[in-house]
């Protein structure tokens, strides 16, 4: 039985406790008035955080509006380890890609699963808790090409303001902080990431406690949105305190149907709310944060978007703008490496009493973890430092977890052809293994969101076209190949660690030599997923970028009083995941509404470190 499976077993015996904790508190709001100052659409990873900090000024009344339910009841969203099993759970949303002509070979249809949170907090309520902010020269380059404000000086006070680092390595670093809502905390518990960590060391590479410092590039240990053993989301961290308030409302189960936009103007929004459509006004502004799949959605549904798209769906166009283009996103490969050891996560040491006690009774141990314990990033050609001034090609995340066995549920809802999901759930439980995972960070390819129909409730039509650009498996191939190099290293031929093609789910291209370069490539087309990073389709730039939905305030162009505030504003990929950018936009954009500038104290600790 895979660790995984075997967790959400033992896991049972808990549940009533889980539930108690997770329930208890303030409520959402059952009746909704007719009027609000500052209307929020989707209560997710960025709305959660920008309800928070709106509701501060006691004055301005808020309302949130999530189309889905507070997650409390469901009983996998807070154990760490058990994060992947939320997926295909009510509180995703359940997204199917088009079909893809690069990619997803692997896939029913050619289609790749694309969870998305539909719940308060988001994806950050159904992720997998990973804390990365990015390289200093993603933002940089977003300012040099018009995003003024949003350079890494401009942004970094904003991350800092949310944080509460919970380890010394953390708190006594300049580039983190403490006293912040959200947690970040290392979560390493296998000793796999020394390993890992020391063979990044013997290729070159600085070994450090976190990337966030001045230079990304290296190996280091893993961040986590993790408070005392229990997932942290912007739900439980931010959103949930900030419900006592009277000046906010939050209204779940609330799917907003269309952005009611008079002459020019965000007036408010159309609600479907206990199967009856509500309208409700907003006085100053209307803020879609739904995410990069559903703020465009809503956008197209309100009338703006592409003119051409628009009028063939049959909806009066509000505004002409490249709604639903740029769109981007991160992919990811699985390598699974046999190793000689019993460090890895598995379900002997992980299916037991005692790690079950550990963790009911002290939120410790390996289910406190989410089994992610080490990351890397690199450049494409091998360079071991950032002076190029250019963000990394290349992330690697650490997987501890002994993956892809017989029975293993995990990663079973991505989609996969039967015969392909076979192959890769079929390995035996000796000898233990882990998992390398190369992520392409600045894939070439540009994919759409579309409206299928007027409907709401069909789902949009979502079209990363995954690796349409050469370039994107060329980068792939050599991330793979700068693994192969670390597994040469000492301390992984130390655990024993190797690409073994009696591993079964390497069967799925045969066809060619195991390790070539064909192969990989053909691998890499079959069974290359989403790392759940959608970005960019509501771009931000300047006012006469042809190309941009927002300006750098994030006020959609052409419409007053409506702004865009979650990922789909990025202008280009962050270099890493993107959970917490998508926090800190939420961050800065609560100064630039109320017209405040919260984040003093923290530009002054970064002041000569950047």
Known sequence: MGVLTYVLVLVFAVLTALLFMGSSGPQPTKYLNDTYDYIIVGGGSAGAVLATRLSEDRESSVLLLEAGGTGDSNWFINPPLTGALIQKSSEDWNYLTEPQQHAAFGMKEQRGSWPRGKVLGGCSSINMMVYIRGSRHDYDNWAKEGCEGWSYKDVLPYFLKSEDAQTDELKNSVFHSTGGELSVSHIGHTGLSEVFLNGGHELGFKAQDTCHGPDQIGFCKMEATVRGGRRASTYSEFLKSAMNRKNLHVGVNSLVAKVLIENGRAEGVEVIRDGKSVTIRARKEVVLSGGAVNTPQLLMLSGV?????????????????????????????????????????????????????????????????????????????????????????????????????????????????????????????????????????????????????????????IDPQYLQHSDDIDTFLKGIRFLEGLLDTKPMKAIGATLNNSIPMYSLCKDYKFRSDDFWKCFVQQISVTVYHPIGTCRMGRADDSTAVVDPQLRVKGIKHLRVVDASIMRNIPSGNTNAPAIMIAEKAADMIRGKDTVEKWKEQIRGHI
């Open 305 to 461: 978007g592409p003119r051409g798209h628009l009028q063939d769906m049959g909806i009066d166009v509000k505004a002409d703008l490249p709604v639903g283009d740029n769109l981007q996103d991160h992919l990811m490969v699985f390598l699974q490496v046999l190793t000689n050891t019993t460090m890895p996560l598995s379900a002997e040491n992980v299916g037991n009493v005692w790690t079950m006690a550990d963790y009911f009774l002290h939120k410790k141990g390996a289910i406190a973890t989410t089994g992610i314990e080490g990351s890397a990033f690199l450049f494409n050609d091998g360079s071991i430092t950032s002076d190029n001034g250019n963000p990394p090609d290349i992330q690697v995340h650490l997987e501890s977890v002994h993956a892809f066995t017989k029975n293993e549920k995990s990663f079973e809802n991505m989609n996969f052809k039967e015969e392909v999901r076979d192959l890769l759930f079929s390995s035996p439980a000796r000898p233990s293994s882990f998992v390398l995972l190369p992520i392409l960070l600045h894939p070439k390819s540009r994919g759409t969101i579309r409206l299928k129909s007027k409907d709401l409730n069909h789902y949009p039509a």
